[in-house]
């Protein structure tokens, strides 16, 4: 298995642009979510899907969309780069963990700069 | 979601036991225990988790109290590679899933 794959590693963008970081898991999880980590900082949670075509916003979503059309692929979608979104993105995913009791996968991250 | 409290950095020598705590006074009956790291420039990875009873695996211990207020992650033998920040997260029964990150701890590990 690769586990949960996360590209582009690396992504420079202008204020205003829009992109998409794209995250794919292999291990069938019902469970993915997305973060950023900015620096010095704990991670913090923007959008999570607990099944294909279920989405809902974490901590922070202002600025990002998501879709979920299939089990394996959780992208998320800047909108209109600014500033206050250069950060290190990680996706996540897990089994259902409606239990509390779960291990979360975690990609290698994409590291993103808005000038 | 219940808070974690962390010491914001601790050291140790290498090959010596390591023992990281965490305070979560207002921890509910139906939260679990997790613990993660973050290794430099990496995503954060899975170490252990538990609900009542102490838990072993091939990486770690975890030591929770009786009155699950607190719980202590036990490195038994740190070596130079285990030098990454701790992370104590407790996430609820139906919660869907979401992990609150803290700050963490950070070890160093010292040769």
């Known amino acids: 298995n690769a586990g949960v794959t996360q590209t582009p590693k690396f992504q420079v963008l202008k204020t205003g642009q829009s992109m998409t970081l794209q995250c794919a898991q292999d291990?069938?999880?019902?469970?993915m979510s997305w973060y950023r980590q900015d620096p010095g900082m704990g991670l913090r949670l923007i959008h999570y899907?607990?099944?294909?075509?279920?989405?809902d916003q974490g901590e922070v979503p202002n600025g990002y969309n998501v879709s979920r059309s299939t089990t394996e692929d959780f992208p998320l979608r800047l909108l209109s780069a600014a500033p206050s979104q250069t950060s290190v993105y990680f996706c996540a995913s897990s089994y259902s963990p409606q239990s509390g009791s779960y291990e979360q996968y975690f990609g290698p991250g994409t590291r993103l700069t808005v000038t | 979601d219940a808070k974690t409290t962390q010491p914001n950095s601790m050291e140790s020598n290498e090959e010596e036991p390591v023992h990281l705590p965490c305070n979560h006074s207002?921890?509910?009956?139906?939260?679990?225990i997790h613990w993660y790291r973050q290794l430099p420039s990496q995503g954060p990875e899975y170490v252990i988790h538990?609900?009542?009873s102490n838990v072993n695996n091939r990486m770690a211990s975890l030591a929770i109290a009786e009155d699950r207020k607190s719980s202590t992650l036990i490195l038994h033998r740190a070596t130079l590679r285990d030098a990454a920040v701790y992370y104590c997260i407790l996430s609820r029964g139906g919660s869907q899933g979401n992990l609150i990150f803290g700050k963490g701890t950070k070890l160093s590990v010292k040769p």
């Open positions: 899907s607990v099944g294909a075509g279920i989405t």
């Open positions: 291990m069938n999880h019902e469970y």
């Open positions: 538990g609900l009542t």
């Open positions: 207002t921890i509910s009956g139906t939260d679990y």
